[in-house]
Nanobody, 128 residues
Framework: QVQLVESGGGLVQAGDSLTLSCAASGGTFSVNTMGWFRQAPGKEREFVAAINWNGGRTYYADSVKGRFTISRDNAKNPVVLQMNSLRYEDTAVYYC?????????????????????WGQGTQVTVSS
């Protein structure tokens, strides 16, 4: 069973940058799309970004497009979410997730139900 562990969250000011990492262990993950989701207090968990198994296709929510960049290096394990120009509304717990199916490339942004394995989350707080 694959386990995911996020790191890199913290407290920053609006306009600052943060880099989130997701380490995977315990199974095969290099052939699955990996994604980032976030959940703010009182809100549903929402899609942020995803990257397909070979890194050839990336997906972004409109709210983060142009500010966030997702990347992966299967040889080094982590999936990374580079977050620039952070805004107060980016404040949330950020979760890394693994696609339930291998070798899949989505035609559009994936849905939360496409992901079967989740990390425990890392808190990102942006002060205005």
């Amino acid at each position: 069973q694959v386990q995911l562990v996020e790191s890199g969250g913290g407290l920053v000011q609006a306009g600052d940058s943060l880099t989130l990492s997701c380490a995977a262990s315990g199974g095969t993950f290099s052939v699955n799309t990996m994604g980032w989701f976030r959940q703010a207090p009182g809100k549903e968990r929402e899609f942020v970004a995803a990257i397909n198994w070979n890194g050839g296709r990336t997906y972004y929510a409109d709210s983060v497009k142009g500010r966030f960049t997702i990347s992966r290096d299967n040889a080094k394990n982590p999936v990374v979410l580079q977050m620039n120009s952070l805004r107060y509304e980016d404040t949330a717990v950020y979760y890394c997730a693994l696609d339930r199916r291998a070798w899949r490339t989505f035609s559009g942004n994936p849905d939360i139900t496409d992901f079967a394995i989740w990390g425990q989350g890392t808190q990102v707080t942006v002060s205005s």
